[in-house]
C-alpha cells in the first residue's frame, strides 16, 4: 500500500438503526422540502447510500453531526439503518463542524445561515471571529444578520407557515 494513505484513527464506520439516532438541536437547516427527501430516499433504496452520516455517540444513542437530510430520507423510505462514520466529538466540535458544514451549502436560504451566523454571535464571538472562522467576510455577516430585523424575515416566515398549511392540509385530506 502506498506509504502516504493514512488510516484514519479518530472515527469508525458502522451500520447504525435509524431509530437509535437523534437530529442535532442545533442545525442551522430548519426546514426540509419533502419531495426532496423522497426523491432522494428512493435514490438510497435503488442505489445504495453513496455518502456516509456523521454521528457521535451518546450514551446508548447517537446524534447527528451532519446527513440530516439523508437521515430523513432514509426513513422516509422505510429503510431500517443508515451508514455511519462514527466520532467521539465535544458540544463545541459537533456545533462548529454543523455550522460550518451547513453554512457552506449553496442552498441554504439567507434566513437559516443568518440565523447559523446569530447562533455563533449568541455563544459570545464577534462577527469577525465568525466570518473568519467561516471563511465569510465579516461584511457579508453583518447583512446577513440584519435579515433578522427586516421585512425579509417577516416574509421568510409567512412563506414556511403557508408550507406548513398546505403539509396539514394534505395530512388531514389523506
Known sequence: MDPRIEPIKDSQYYRIPLDLIDPNPHQPRKFFDKDALRSLGESIKKIGQLEDILVRPMGDRFQLVLGERRWR??????????SAKVRELSEEETFTISLAENVMRMDLTSVEEAFAFKSYLDKGLTQEQVGSHLGKLDRRVGEKLKLLSSSFYVRYLEQHLEELGKELDKLTRE
Open 73 to 82: 430520507a432514509c426513513q422516509m423510505a422505510g429503510l431500517p439503518t443508515i
